[in-house]
């Protein structure tokens, strides 16, 4: 398929773009370098520079047919949409518009869209299924389930159909593509590079909660089994309407676990400060992921705490200073 991929310089979107070229897809790239790399992109794809925002831009890409469209690029710092709404809306909600506007005239015939477990907020109950109320508890989980109704009412006009994935914590890398956020703020990326620069410091943010360490449990997912996952979202039957999916491994670990599983991985000592909560964390989000393994024959393969761990340390021994060097 001919595939449009809005953030494919970013941290997912660029080890998708590798993925879907493995698989024969041809890929195009839009970024406006707002928060991606251009060292991430891949030799000789074909690259859309230019925001979402710019409605005339995103007509001029799509003027150019396309099969798909996989829309990852988005503002997605939790506590910054806290204090910075708008940006969030304006730029999540308000690009998205735009791209869907667009991807509806010009006849798209799949839509897959970067969604998160955020939508959930605090659930009652554990594993979360995609059954599982909808309460977003901070503005970026507002505005991406705001996407996903904007999502599923373009698909039921204009007869396309659109699976909103939605991620539980992405991590690891591959080989050549990691995580390099500024400001970072994600556990692993944070502890690995305070283990190669122990200036730079670590904190566990709160230990206790009400879990058997006291610290917050997370269902970490591989960004290479992410990838996989819009691969077979992209290649899967077509269903009308919008069909949602959990991206998770169904297996929960704690903070403590992620800095053992570190201490493993890096043979390094890890020796944390231990600080107060960080506001809006739940103590526990585990997935359930039966409906992506059914329909999607996904298989969560390297989302093991060794793998993730291995596969990030490699990359930021290798990348110190991110993609800077
Ligand atoms: N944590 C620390 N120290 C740090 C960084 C994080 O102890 O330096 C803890 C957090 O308090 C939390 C856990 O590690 O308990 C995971 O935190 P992350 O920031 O890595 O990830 P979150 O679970 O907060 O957020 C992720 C995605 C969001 C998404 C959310 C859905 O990054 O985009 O899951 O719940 F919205």
Same mark, same amino acid.
């Given at each position: 398929?001919?595939?449009?991929?809005?953030?494919?310089?970013?941290?997912?979107?660029?080890?998708?773009?590798?993925?879907?070229?493995?698989?024969?897809?041809?890929?195009?790239?839009?970024?406006? @370098?707002?928060? /991606?790399?251009?060292?991430?992109?891949?030799?000789?794809?074909?690259?859309?520079?230019?925001?979402?925002?710019?409605?005339?831009?995103?007509?001029?890409?799509?003027?150019?047919?396309?099969?798909?469209?996989?829309?990852?690029?988005?503002?997605?710092?939790?506590?910054?949409?806290?204090?910075?709404?708008?940006?969030?809306?304006? %730029? %999540?909600?308000?690009?998205?518009? %735009?791209?869907?506007?667009?991807?509806?005239?010009?006849?798209?015939?799949?839509?897959? @869209?970067?969604?998160?477990?955020?939508?959930?907020?605090?659930?009652?109950?554990?594993?979360?299924?995609?059954?599982?109320?909808?309460?977003?508890?901070?503005?970026?989980?507002?505005?991406?389930?705001?996407?996903?109704?904007?999502?599923?009412?373009?698909?039921?006009?204009?007869? @396309?159909?659109?699976?909103?994935?939605?991620?539980?914590?992405? +991590?690891?890398?591959?080989?050549?593509?990691?995580?390099?956020?500024?400001?970072?703020? =994600?556990?692993? #990326?944070?502890?690995?590079?305070?283990?190669?620069?122990?200036?730079?410091?670590?904190?566990?943010? /709160?230990?206790?909660?009400?879990?058997?360490?006291?610290? +917050?449990?997370?269902?970490?997912? =591989?960004?290479?089994?992410?990838?996989?996952? =819009?691969?077979?979202?992209?290649?899967?039957?077509?269903?009308?309407?919008?069909?949602?999916?959990?991206?998770?491994?169904?297996?929960?670990?704690?903070?403590?676990?992620?800095?053992?599983?570190?201490?493993?991985?890096?043979?390094?000592?890890?020796? #944390?400060?231990?600080?107060?909560?960080?506001?809006?964390?739940?103590?526990?989000?585990?997935?359930? %992921?039966?409906?992506?393994?059914?329909?999607?024959?996904?298989?969560?393969?390297?989302?093991?705490?060794?793998?993730?761990?291995?596969?990030?340390?490699?990359?930021?021994?290798?990348?110190?200073?991110?993609?800077?060097?």
């Amino acid at each position: 398929m001919k595939v449009l991929v809005t953030g494919g310089a970013g941290y997912i979107g660029s080890v998708t773009t590798r993925v879907l070229l493995a698989r024969g897809h041809e890929v195009e790239i839009l970024d406006d @370098f707002s928060t /991606g790399h251009r060292e991430a992109l891949p030799p000789g794809v074909p690259l859309h520079e230019g925001s979402l925002l710019d409605a005339g831009f995103v007509d001029r890409v799509l003027a150019a047919p396309v099969d798909a469209v996989l829309h990852f690029a988005a503002f997605s710092l939790v506590g910054e949409s806290a204090v910075r709404p708008l940006k969030y809306y304006r %730029n %999540n909600v308000g690009g998205s518009v %735009n791209l869907l506007d667009a991807a509806a005239r010009a006849g798209v015939r799949r839509f897959v @869209f970067s969604s998160t477990a955020a939508v959930y907020g605090e659930p009652d109950e554990m594993p979360i299924t995609e059954h599982a109320p909808t309460r977003p508890v901070n503005p970026y989980g507002h505005t991406k389930l705001a996407i996903e109704w904007a999502l599923a009412d373009t698909a039921a006009a204009a007869g @396309f159909p659109a699976v909103a994935l939605r991620y539980f914590n992405a +991590c690891g890398a591959t080989p050549e593509l990691g995580e390099d956020h500024e400001p970072e703020t =994600h556990l692993i #990326p944070r502890l690995l590079r305070s283990l190669l620069d122990p200036a730079a410091g670590f904190a566990v943010f /709160g230990d206790d909660y009400p879990t058997p360490d006291g610290t +917050c449990i997370r269902d970490y997912v =591989h960004v290479a089994d992410l990838a996989e996952a =819009h691969a077979l979202a992209l290649e899967a039957d077509a269903r009308p309407g919008l069909s949602v999916y959990n991206l998770g491994s169904e297996t929960g670990a704690s903070v403590r676990e992620i800095l053992a599983a570190a201490a493993a991985a890096t043979g390094l000592p890890v020796e #944390p400060r231990i600080e107060p909560r960080r506001p809006g964390d739940p103590a526990r989000l585990v997935a359930g %992921n039966a409906r992506a393994r059914r329909d999607l024959g996904w298989r969560p393969c390297r989302s093991d705490l060794p793998t993730i761990l291995r596969d990030a340390w490699d990359w930021h021994r290798r990348h110190p200073r991110g993609y800077r060097g």
